[in-house]
């Protein structure tokens, strides 16, 4: 074993992890990356499907973001926005965010994750309707197999029941209504009248909750760590006229979705969402460095800003000068690349029309896409999309195959996801899809 790799075991906690499995075998140690490629320690070249964890947008090399850190290192390595101060890199980089953000959204505030992200919303939604004079508007409404993070409040209004159960005291006034999964829970035809369905079980819960005890909805407009789970396309507007309705905040976190993933900027552009607050991290860097913000509404702001009490809110890392330096040269060369162009009108479609090919293999009960996210559906039976046994741990081993195969996939239960680089090409593209064949296969083989 690498030394490095005992010492790693002896030493260091993985996040989600089982220690004594992951001890035993040693974890897979990346040395270096390059484009969208990484590198293990036996130098093997793994191209990264995953884009780290749905972060890496602009591949591993891009030196705008390498010198934008470098040059802010030397001028001022760290200062904070506490006590009335701020610095040119937080200040530019609000105003940018204005601007690429969906329209309405002029207003951030800086976390230093997707999670503190999260823990930020439930104080500011509640900070916002207490300032309404409403401080019964307390709910909020998530949905089954959500992720908003990790910490307590993330945990929470996700919907992973694993980590309600493991995590104990959960945030209370949170609840959870299903989401809109199509696959094993309808046919095809039945998508739109089941994506309306989910949609209702917002209002349903509204009414039962009584609108002036609902604060708010949240949810990511494409489910991600949940299975990448691409809502029908009737049910976002049911869920916007829902919140509207009953005045209730949406909340979009598009951790995931945000900076270009769905061929938008966002995914609320995408599919029409008009978030009050809209929850982003991840890309914001490329995952260069952490950094995350939500965004709030020009109505919701003008109520903040109205109130006289102090917002008892904020990290040492909020809008660090570094990090943000770093997503103001993201953006810039996003902008330069014109990359969310190329994604939706080049790169999607053709990762799509190459991705529904795997559709025809055998382990294969639906191959879907939208944008950069995609996931296959592993089943026994493609004709009743019967599973197989989960004690096969069919999707785990499916994944391990594909790293052999020089595939970073990951597995949600029996769902393979990928949410590749944006500036992924057609070549690679083709690559990424042999490889994941190739994975199939041995899985298939090996049953
Ligand atoms: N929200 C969503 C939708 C996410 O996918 C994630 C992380 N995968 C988070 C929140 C949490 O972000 P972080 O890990 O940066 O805390």
Excluded at 80 to 106: C, I, K, M, R, Y
Excluded at 367 to 379: C, D, N, P, Q, T
Aim: glycine share 8%; with cysteine.
């Amino acid at each position: 074993m690498n030394p490095l790799v005992k010492q790693d075991a002896e030493h260091c906690f993985h996040p989600f992890s089982n220690y004594s499995e992951l001890n035993a075998k040693g974890a897979r140690m990346i040395e270096r990356a390059q484009g969208i490629y990484i590198y293990d320690d036996a130098g093997r070249e793994i191209l990264d499907a995953m884009s780290g964890l749905w972060c890496t947008n602009m591949g591993y090399s891009c030196e705008p973001l390498i010198n934008a850190a470098t040059e802010q290192m030397k001028k001022l390595p760290y200062y904070n926005l506490f006590f009335q101060s701020t610095h040119p890199p937080a200040a530019e980089l609000s105003t940018l965010l204005a601007e690429v953000t969906p329209e309405g959204l002029n207003h951030v505030f800086f976390t230093g994750s997707g999670s503190e992200c999260n823990d930020t919303v439930i104080r500011m939604v509640r900070y916002y309707w207490n300032a309404k004079g409403k401080a019964d508007k307390k709910t909020i409404i998530s949905r089954r197999n959500a992720y908003h993070g990790s910490t307590i409040a993330g945990a929470s209004l996700g919907g992973m029941v694993p980590m309600h159960q493991q995590t104990g005291c959960i945030v209370p006034d949170i609840v959870h209504i299903d989401q809109p999964n199509t696959f094993g829970d309808c046919s095809a035809e039945e998508r739109e009248k089941l994506g309306l369905e989910r949609a209702q079980q917002l209002e349903l819960a509204i009414k039962k909750l009584g609108e002036d005890n609902v604060a708010a909805f949240i949810a990511e407009p494409i489910q991600g760590a949940g299975g990448v789970i691409i809502p029908p396309d009737s049910y976002w507007p049911e869920i916007q006229r829902i919140c509207d309705k009953y005045e209730i905040l949406l909340i979009a976190d598009e951790v995931i979705c945000g900076f270009g993933r769905t061929g938008e900027w966002f995914a609320s552009d995408t599919y029409n969402i008009k978030p009050d607050l809209l929850c982003m991290a991840k890309g914001i860097t490329s995952g260069y460095l952490p950094l995350g913000g939500v965004m709030v509404a020009d109505e919701v702001a003008e109520v903040l800003k109205a109130t006289d009490s102090e917002f008892t809110h904020g990290f040492t890392y909020s809008g660090h000068p570094v990090a943000c330096a770093v997503a103001i040269a993201n953006i810039k060369e996003m902008q330069r690349q014109d990359i969310v162009t190329k994604v939706r009108e080049e790169i999607a479609p053709y990762l799509a029309e190459k991705w529904a090919e795997l559709a025809e293999h055998p382990l294969v009960g639906e191959a879907r896409s939208k944008g950069m996210v995609a996931a296959l559906e592993l089943v026994q039976d493609k004709t009743t999309n019967q599973r197989y046994d989960k004690s096969l741990e069919i999707g785990a081993k499916c994944r391990d195959y594909c790293i052999e195969a020089g595939l970073v996939m990951r597995a949600v239960g029996d769902t393979m996801i990928i949410a590749p680089p944006l500036i992924i090409t057609k070549e690679e593209i083709d690559l990424l899809v042999s490889r994941a064949k190739k994975a199939l296969d041995t899985t298939l083989n090996s049953l």
